[in-house]
């Protein structure tokens, strides 16, 4: 079964506008990391927060991470229509493997 | 582009077929990790192997089976096909085994069609 869990499954917003995402997982990670794929195409990898951070940047984008919820959230500020992709939360469960599991994700649409 | 290559980019072959899939990882990344991606399964993940040793394993079927050479590169062979296996197949590659946190880069996939 999954470990990830995304809310929502979609958004649309106008650009200009910010857009979060959140995660649940189920059990206890080494660290979380979000990426993006654009339409059937590979991922790419966003940003990594450890278990031991709280909160990570990285240009527009801001990840929180709360292991005592099991969750995370990623904030896009200032959408853009390029931003229009699917975008994934990973868990790595253990520091001996990069092995990642993979949530469901969340289709993001930015409208122009 | 991410360093990772991925070949061929579409297969397209018949059930009961045997394929390989390889890939290429980034210069001096020494792990390499297989995922499945389908509409009803999401993104799985196969099997890793780090510096042509298996190290991790996830729900990979017994149909399947991996290897990484001398020269890094790894190869996914899938045999006796059936339709479910129709998917986007990701190669993904890291510097190390994962230890501390590493990110992972991606190849554009190989787009398997069983028919």
């Known amino acids: 079964s999954q470990q990830g869990e995304e809310d929502p499954q979609a958004l649309s917003i106008q650009e200009g506008e910010n857009a979060t995402m959140n995660c649940s997982y189920k059990?206890?990670?080494?660290?979380l990391q979000w990426y993006r794929q654009n339409s059937g195409r590979g991922l790419v990898h966003l940003i990594l927060?450890?278990?031991?951070?709280r909160e990570k940047h990285s240009g527009r984008l801001r990840v929180t991470l709360d292991t005592s919820k099991k969750s995370s959230s990623l904030l896009i500020t200032a959408s853009r229509a390029a931003d229009t992709a699917s975008y994934f939360c990973a868990t790595a469960l253990s520091s001996n493997t990069g092995k990642l599991i993979f949530g469901q994700g969340t289709t993001l649409q930015v409208k122009p | 582009d991410s360093g990772v290559t991925q070949t061929p980019k579409h297969l397209i072959t018949a059930t009961g077929q045997r394929v390989t899939l390889r890939c290429s990882p980034r210069s001096g990344d020494l792990s390499v990790y297989w995922y499945q991606q389908s509409l009803d399964q999401g993104l799985q993940f196969l099997i890793q192997y780090y510096n042509g040793e298996e190290r991790a394993k996830g729900n990979i079927l017994e149909r399947f089976s991996a290897q990484q050479f001398p020269d890094l590169h790894s190869e996914l062979n899938l045999s006796s096909l059936e339709l479910g296996d129709s998917a986007l197949y990701f190669c993904?590659?890291?510097?190390?085994?994962?230890?501390?946190?590493?990110?992972?880069?991606f190849g554009q996939g190989t787009r398997l069609t069983v028919v």
């Open positions: 927060i450890r278990s031991n951070e």
């Open positions: 059990t206890s990670i080494n660290n």
């Open positions: 993904a590659s890291s510097v190390a085994t994962g230890g501390g946190g590493t990110e992972a880069f």
